[in-house]
Nanobody
Framework: QVQLVESGGGLVQPGGSLRLSCAASGFTLDYYAIGWFRQAPGKEREGVSCISSSDGSTYYADSVKGRFTISRDNAKNTVYLQMNSLKPEDTAVYYC????????????????WGQGTQVTVSS
């Protein structure tokens, strides 16, 4: 059974850090581009970051560039999203997703999704 499981969310103060994990089971992440998306209440799901399967190229939304870092550990079949200098506007449910095509910010291009993990940035 193909499954993605996110973890690492929580409550953090503005300026703090969190590291999200996306662990895969039932398939090997090596052959997939993995994206992180987020959805805040009342807003559409937006692409945050993506890492390609071929050469490990990374992509970031302008809103998180310089603060978030995506990485993958193929040996652990896991992708990470390191989030630093968090802001209240980063509050959302964060999802990881897999696609066999190249990275994009379009959620419709991703066929497998995790259940999401809540990130709340508040003082």
């Amino acid at each position: 059974q193909v499954q993605l499981v996110e973890s690492g969310g929580g409550l953090v103060q503005p300026g703090g850090s969190l590291r999200l994990s996306c662990a895969a089971s039932g398939f090997t992440l090596d052959y997939y581009a993995i994206g992180w998306f987020r959805q805040a209440p009342g807003k559409e799901r937006e692409g945050v970051s993506c890492i390609s399967s071929s050469d490990g190229s990374t992509y970031y939304a302008d809103s998180v560039k310089g603060r978030f870092t995506i990485s993958r550990d193929n040996a652990k079949n896991t992708v990470y999203l390191q989030m630093n200098s968090l802001k209240p506007e980063d509050t959302a449910v964060y999802y990881c997703a897999a696609t066999v095509i190249r990275c994009s910010g379009l959620a419709t291009n991703f066929g497998s999704w995790g259940q999401g993990t809540q990130v709340t940035v508040s003082s």
